[in-house]
C-alpha cells in the first residue's frame, strides 16, 4: 500500500518548486519562521565564511548600526514601524553591496550554488551570479516589509480572513503595551549582532508570534515528521502504474470553535481515498492551514489526513 502524504501549507507564507531543485535537498532550519519564509537572507548567519564578509564590508556593517540606533530613537508607532522595516534605499544600498561582494567560487557563491538554486525556493528569477543575488535579496527585503506593515500597521493582506493582524493599532493595549514592547524585545535580540538585515527580520518573528502567525512551521520539518513516509516511498513508486501523480485535496476548514474537521473536508478526504484504492494516483495530498475559525488548534491538512 503506498503512503498518503500531507502537504501543510502556512497562512502568508509558502516556497517554490524549481526545475532545478534537488531531491534530496531539505531546508536547513525549516522549523525557523525567518528560514522558511526568508531562505537567502536567514541562511546569510548560518555559514560563518558569508556572516563574515558581511560583517565587514562597511557598507552593511554601517547600515546595521544605524538601523538598530533609529529602532532605539523611535517614540511613536509609525516610527515604530518605520524603523523595524526596510526603506526603500537601503533595499537598493543593500542590494549593490551585496552584488560587489559577490565573486565566482567564494563563500556567497557556494551558498547560492549548493543551497538557494537546489532549494528552489527562488525559481521565477533567471539571472545568474550578482543579479540573482540582487533580486532574491529584494524578494526577502520586500516581503519583511510587508509582513511588518501588515502585523504592526494593519496593512489589508492578501487574505484579510485568514492573515489580519489580531490588534486594533489605534488601541491604547497596542500604542503603548504591544508595539513598544516589540520595539524592547527587538532591539534586545539585535544589539549582540546587529546585520544590516538583523532588525526587520526579528521585527517579522516577534510580530508574527504575538499576532499567532507562525503556521507555516507547523509540522516542520515535514520531511521527518508527518511526510516521512511518503518521501520514503517516492523512490520506491512504480509511476507508469498511475494515470496521475497525485491526488489533491483542497483545505475545508470549518467555522465552529472546537470542531476539527468540517463535513466538506470529510467528503473530500473520502473521495480522495475511494480514487486511490482505485489506483489513480499512488500519494494523496491534504493541503490547508490553521485557518478558521480565529486561534483554532486544528490544522485542515491534518485533520483531514486522518479523518
Known sequence: MKKIGICCLGLL????????????????????IENKAYYFTALLR?????????CHDPVLKKMGLKKLERLHEAKTSQERVEAMKFSAEEITEAGKALASLYKPGNPIDRLLTRHIIPSGCYQQYKEDGAEFLKKIWEQDAEGMNYAIEVYAAARKPHYPQIDSI????????????????CQQNIAFEVKTHPVFYSVPMAAVKALLDVNDRRQSIDYEPLCSTE????????SQTEWNNYPYTAILVLGAGPEEPNVSISPEGKLRSAYAAMMYRQHQAPFIIVSGGRVHPYHTPYNEAFEMKYP
Not at 535537498?25 to 522549523?31: K, M
Not at 548560518?46 to 558581511?54: K, N, P, Q, Y
Not at 511526510?227 to 517516492?234: F, G, H, I, P
Open 13 to 32: 507564507f509558502s516556497l517554490c518548486s524549481y526545475a532545478q531543485v534537488q531531491r534530496e535537498y531539505h531546508l536547513i532550519s525549516a522549523e525557523k
Open 46 to 54: 548560518e555559514f560563518g565564511e558569508v556572516d563574515s564578509m558581511i
Open 166 to 181: 489580531g490588534f486594533y493599532i489605534h488601541s491604547r493595549r497596542f500604542i503603548e503595551e504591544i508595539l513598544p514592547a
Open 227 to 234: 511526510n516521512r513516509m511518503a518521501y520514503t516511498q517516492v
